[in-house]
């Protein structure tokens, strides 16, 4: 065999092998690498978007922890100013009841105070009544005088 008529042959079949495979076997890679290509470019726009909607995820939920702390702050400061105003309201009342029972026991303490003056004036009216119709049932004697005297000194 002659090494040109085998180099052509090489060279056509080589050629009628390119054509087939351009024909038949190229168009599909070609449509799977696409198809690969598109599916790679979607996925990473998808991760891209997940990242964005993440921090803007993030955001959202750092804006409403904050803002709930603030709530939380303003209810507490509510709770207070409250609890002042409730033991302010208690002490005020306390305070109204004590001076109330004061000068409710001052009052009876008054009033008793004038029963037992009264009862004493009352003790003494009578005892010097007493002694003054002792002395006058008896005789005018100086002795008998100071001796009831002393008795009259002792009752008292």
């Not at 054509?19 to 290509?37: G, I, S």
């Not at 750092?62 to 509510?78: N, P, Y």
């Not at 004493?120 to 006058?136: F, M, N, S, T």
């Amino acid at each position: 065999m002659n090494i040109n008529l085998t180099l052509l042959a090489q060279a056509v079949t080589f050629a009628l092998f390119i054509w087939f495979t351009v024909k038949f076997v190229w168009p599909p890679l070609l449509r799977a690498m696409e198809t690969r290509q598109k599916t790679i470019a979607e996925g990473l726009a998808a991760g891209e978007r997940g990242r964005n909607e993440l921090e803007l995820a993030g955001k959202k939920s750092a804006e409403v922890l904050r803002e709930a702390k603030h709530q939380g702050a303003d209810i507490v400061a509510q709770a207070e100013k409250r609890a002042a105003q409730i033991i302010e309201e208690a002490k005020a009342a306390a305070k109204e009841e004590g001076d109330r029972l004061i000068a409710g026991a001052k009052a009876q303490i008054e009033q008793e105070t004038f029963q037992a003056r009264e009862s004493l004036r009352q003790r003494v009216a009578g005892l010097v009544v007493a002694g003054a119709e002792k002395i006058l049932e008896r005789e005018v004697d100086a002795k008998a005088h100071a001796d009831l005297l002393v008795t009259l000194e002792k009752q008292l």
